[in-house]
């Protein structure tokens, strides 16, 4: 049986702390799970953002994007996408960037 799931579904985070969102699909074949922010693949060239994903022997796969210190730009849409031979499941989450704006003058 297919699923995915997502959790948080919102998240509200205040700048420079710790953000985490898991992503949990079933498939068999288990899905290849890659994610996207604001529509935009996600690419672990920021150090502050990584992707693990790993497949549990009952065919689960368990993705976590996790930003190890939150900034303004990090605020969005952030989707997970599992692909296999059916098709494609999605789900979103959003983060909620929380702090106030410095005033430059």
Request: hydrophobic share 35%; net charge positive.
């Amino acid at each position: 049986k297919r699923f995915i799931f997502i959790q948080p579904e919102v998240q509200q985070q205040r700048l420079n702390k710790f953000s985490r969102i898991l992503c949990t699909v079933r498939g068999n074949p288990p899905p290849i799970v890659r994610w996207r922010k604001n529509g935009e693949i996600v690419f672990p060239d920021d150090p502050r953002i990584k992707v693990a994903t790993n497949t549990t022997s009952d065919e689960t796969v368990l993705s976590e994007l996790t930003i190890t210190s939150v900034s303004r730009d990090d605020n969005g849409i952030y989707e997970c996408e599992a692909f296999d031979k059916l098709g494609d499941l999605r789900r979103s989450s959003r983060l909620l960037v929380l702090g106030k704006m410095r005033n430059v003058s």
